[in-house]
T-cell receptor, first 117, second 114 residues
Framework: SAVISQKPSRDICQRGTSLTIQCQVD?????MFWYRQQPGQSLTLIAT?????????ESGFVIDKFPISRPNLTFSTLTVSNMSPEDSSIYLCSAARDTDSGANVLTFGAGSRLTVL | AQSVTQLGSHVSVSEGALVLLRCNYSSSVPPYLFWYVQYPNQGLQLLLK??????LVKGINGFEAEFKKSETSFHLTKPSAHMSDAAEYFCAVSASGGYQKVTFGTGTKLQVIP
């Protein structure tokens, strides 16, 4: 399966600033996703990063707050804009390939742990 | 729409004892079911998946899970726990066919006591 690298692995940010998380996959993948993981809660899908077009956002997430880019089949970025302490979380990049047994098997990066002060 | 319920946010077992992590799902269409494991400071890794066919699915590290449609369950088991099994385990569900959104449970932290 694909190997996913995320950076930064962790960061401490000031309220009101923005941070961009980068996600690099070692092979071309059809679909890339961004999840948020908060303690005691399930992973929540933020959006599907579409190559060459605007990301598809889940209910409760908007482009102005979480702009996403996907310039090619191996790279994506997620920006967390105008951060508040409520945005403190782990952000996970994941990818799926059409060839994964026809099922929706996801590969995940190690995550980016953000703390907003 | 699909949803997953994992019973027990924390489970403790003794080394060598049976591991049983419970997962119940809800799906209006035939589901695909997954178990993922997350070790500290790492991303989630696929343990096993059920798509179609045999309802008892074997995964990595000696884990297995059985799809029981009548009970809407997909519990994860391992006959004998090892210290290295200590991690967080996530059950997940999606609709079958093509790429479908994957919905995760809240996770169960497994502690293995020596």
């Amino acid at each position: 399966s694909a190997v996913i690298s995320q950076k930064p692995s962790r960061d401490i940010c000031q309220r009101g600033t923005s941070l961009t998380i980068q996600c690099q996959v070692d092979s071309q993948v059809t679909m890339m996703f961004w999840y948020r993981q908060q303690p005691g809660q399930s992973l929540t899908l933020i959006a599907t990063a579409n190559q060459g077009s605007e990301a598809t956002y889940e209910s409760g997430f908007v482009i102005d707050k979480f702009p996403i880019s996907r310039p090619n089949l191996t790279f994506s970025t997620l920006t967390v804009s105008n951060m508040s302490p409520e945005d403190s979380s782990i952000y996970l990049c994941s990818a799926a390939r059409d060839t994964d047994s026809g099922a929706n098997v996801l590969t995940f990066g190690a995550g980016s742990r953000l703390t907003v002060l | 729409a699909q949803s997953v319920t994992q019973l027990g946010s924390h489970v403790s077992v003794s080394e060598g004892a049976l591991v049983l992590l419970r997962c119940n799902y809800s799906s209006s269409v035939p589901p695909y079911l997954f178990w993922y494991v997350q070790y500290p400071n790492q991303g989630l890794q696929l343990l096993l998946k059920y798509t179609t066919g045999a309802t008892l699915v074997k995964g990595i590290n000696g884990f297995e899970a059985e799809f029981k449609k009548s009970e809407t369950s997909f519990h994860l088991t391992k006959p004998s726990a090892h210290m290295s099994d200590a991690a967080e385990y996530f059950c997940a569900v999606s609709a079958s066919g093509g790429y479908q959104k994957v919905t995760f449970g809240t996770g169960t932290k497994l502690q293995v006591i020596p």
